[in-house]
T-cell receptor, first 113, second 113 residues
Framework: DVKVTQSSRYLVKRTGEKVFLECVQDMDHENMFWYRQDPGLGLRLIYFSYDVKMKEKGDIPEGYSVSREKKERFSLILESASTNQTSMYLC????????????FGSGTRLTVV | GENVEQHPSTLSVQEGDSAVIKCTYSDSASNYFPWYKQELGKRPQLIIDIRSNVGEKKDQRIAVTLNKTAKHFSLHITETQPEDSAVYFCAASPGAGSYQLTFGKGTKLSVIP
């Protein structure tokens, strides 16, 4: 029944490493989003995409990039991981037209050491 | 951009009592307001939503009210049960072709048996 799948549940990386977080949805949704979730800060938008090869910066894009080569897949890239990027990362998707609630993935808890 | 404030950050109620969580938003153009429930270690899940052309919506024990003039909306849970214990997030969408959600910081609800 899982519709948004994130490739890793837990990930430990070293400072300076390039990190890829993968998200795949099987609902044919146009919109995909990456958020990070930190205690006391809620969910903050990193990047989003409304179409293949389209990407837009969210509220906290610094240190991140994204790739959307196929409709069902949206990847988050940490070019050079830093300890302040230790967080829970949540991927979500939603359909168009109109506003509909997101379907979230299970999240990837990334620890950068 | 949109700013969503959520109160309280923590809420404890006795089983059977009601719980109310309040949110305010800044962008008067926002037109979609979902609420998410996140149980410990799980993904956020949509529990109810409301659009700007509606003042109130109910689904069994949960209801959401929207006051567009005052730019605030609230989640009401009646006859609370221990399984209602979770973190609840409100969100707002700017509409006009924008599908990204801005989230509040969350409310941790504890229902005491």
């Amino acid at each position: 029944d899982v519709k948004v799948t994130q490739s890793s549940r837990y990930l430990v990386k070293r400072t300076g490493e390039k990190v890829f977080l993968e998200c795949v949805q099987d609902m044919d949704h146009e919109n995909m989003f990456w958020y990070r979730q930190d205690p006391g800060l809620g969910l903050r938008l990193i990047y989003f995409s409304y179409d293949v090869k389209m990407k837009e910066k969210g509220d906290i894009p610094e240190g991140y990039s994204v790739s959307r080569e196929k409709k069902e897949r949206f990847s988050l890239i940490l070019e050079s991981a830093s300890t302040n990027q230790t967080s829970m990362y949540l991927c979500a998707s939603s359909p168009v037209p109109g506003n509909y609630g997101y379907t979230f993935g299970s999240g990837t808890r990334l620890t950068v050491v | 951009g949109e700013n969503v404030e959520q109160h309280p950050s923590t809420l404890s109620v006795q089983e059977g009592d009601s719980a109310v969580i309040k949110c305010t938003y800044s962008d008067s153009a926002s037109n979609y307001f979902p609420w998410y429930k996140q149980e410990l270690g799980k993904r956020p899940q949509l529990i109810i939503d409301i659009r700007s052309n509606v003042g109130e919506k109910k689904d069994q024990r949960i209801a959401v009210t929207l006051n567009k003039t005052a730019k605030h909306f609230s989640l009401h849970i009646t006859e609370t049960q221990p399984e209602d214990s979770a973190v609840y997030f409100c969100a707002a969408s700017p509409g006009a072709g924008s599908y990204q959600l801005t989230f509040g910081k969350g409310t941790k609800l504890s229902v005491i048996p």
